[in-house]
């Protein structure tokens, strides 16, 4: 993406002024601070310590792989799902040394819960922030809760459910060997993360109360986000480490990926191409079957960026962008390439020893993403 910058600032596609003002301040510090709060909570091993505590719970397999896909559906709700990906990834292949579970059963199911979970939350993926921004929404944090939450919730299920088809086997062990020790980490930098993630859930809590109380009075994305970071860059001694430590190639990729739709706009080719679909909105079942196959060949953050343009001209309702959101996202549990979590845990996974094929993956991945798809599609044309 960076190299697609570049060559339209050489070809004159898009002045350097014109560049710098298309990209969006207030996305690219919205990630800054989640990325910053994610990397705290991984080297503190807070969110580790929480996984351990919940999945410690488990007496079966087959309860191990429910409260891993339920736990980290969840959390990839409040925190990018890459985050729980880089995470979880050591942790699951513990927890399959240590009981002897199969590690393809227990990758799976850490990968079908990242990216299931994100769909109902606006900061759970960067496709979604994207849609949330720039999808015309009036309160995209409610938009996407009370819309998206129910049937997540269901596709969460469905995807345990596709698991125990698919690990029938392993589902019955008993796990008998003690859950593996809580981390330790840094006592000090563990407080801060702790405090982050507690004002993060604050004031996503804050945000639904203020909404039902005054539906027009709201708090910003961007405002939970930096309020979530400030512990952190000003409390914490090893804030320099933190700051190195965050994504900057993600960040760098959306810089240049604002860049590029920039200059796409300037070059007309959007203008031409509405024009060549009659600027009529797509429907909620194309959205979808469009974010899911297109986003295995460009990857789902450039189809979005790509697509909310065209939707928007042609006059796309919110259900057809939380549509968008939906499609892109369930796109990853359709292929490894599907989405960056995917990557990040197979690049983990071999890092360790372990392999996750391609084939096995869409072996289990694909009755999962036809599934999910038809309950999203179904229950968005019935809202």
């Known amino acids: 993406m960076l190299g697609g910058a570049v060559a339209m600032l050489l070809s004159g596609s898009v002045a350097p002024v014109p560049a710098l ?6 996305v690219m510090i ?3 601070c989640m990325f910053l709060v994610g990397v705290a909570l991984e080297e503190s091993g807070y969110l580790t310590t929480l996984s351990t505590a919940f999945l410690g719970r488990a007496k079966t397999a087959g309860g191990l792989i429910v409260l891993l896909v339920l736990c980290a559906g969840a959390g ?11 995470i979880g990834t050591p942790l699951v292949l513990g927890y399959a040394v240590r009981y002897g579970i199969r590690s393809q059963a227990l990758l799976l199911a850490l990968a079908f819960a990242v990216t299931t979970g994100s769909v109902a939350s606006p900061i759970g993926n960067p496709q979604n922030l994207l849609v949330a921004t720039k999808g015309g929404f009036a309160d995209p944090l409610m938009a996407f809760l009370t819309v998206l939450g ?23 062990k008993s796990l008998d060997a003690p859950a593996p020790p809580a981390c330790t980490g840094d006592p000090a930098l563990t407080a801060l993360a702790r405090t982050s993630l507690i004002v993060v859930v604050a004031l996503i809590i804050a945000k639904v109360v203020i909404f039902a109380v005054a539906p027009g009075t709201e708090i910003p994305l961007i405002v939970i986000a930096v309020a979530a970071a400030v512990p952190l860059l000003v409390l914490s001694p090893r804030r320099v480490e933190l700051v190195r430590k965050v994504d900057w190639a993600t960040l760098v990729f959306f810089a240049a990926l604002f860049v590029v739709m920039a200059g796409v706009r300037e070059s007309g080719a959007l203008a031409d191409l509405m024009a060549g679909t009659g600027e009529v909105a797509p429907s909620i079942p194309a959205i979808m079957a469009g974010g899911i196959i297109l986003s295995q060949f460009i990857s ?4 979005v ?7 928007t001209a042609a006059g796309t309702g919110e259900a057809g962008m939380l549509a968008l959101a939906a499609g892109s996202t369930i796109a990853g549990n359709l292929t490894i390439a599907g989405a960056a979590s995917n990557v990040i845990i197979v690049q983990g996974a071999e890092r360790r020893g372990v392999t996750l094929d391609f084939f096995g993956f869409v072996k289990v991945g694909l009755p999962l993403t036809l599934i999910q798809a038809a309950v999203y599609t179904g229950w968005l044309l019935l809202i």
Request: net charge negative; hydrophobic share 65%; charged share 15%.
């Open 305 to 311: 960026a790509l697509a909310l343009p065209l939707l």
């Open 150 to 172: 129910p049937p997540t919730v269901l596709a969460l299920l469905l995807a345990c459910a596709v698991l125990f088809v698919a690990f029938r086997d392993e589902w019955r």
């Open 21 to 26: 003002q298309a990209i969006d301040l207030d």
């Open 76 to 86: 990839s709700a409040l925190l990018m799902n890459d985050t729980l990906a880089v």
């Open 300 to 303: 789902n953050v450039p189809f």
């Open 30 to 32: 919205f990630l800054f």
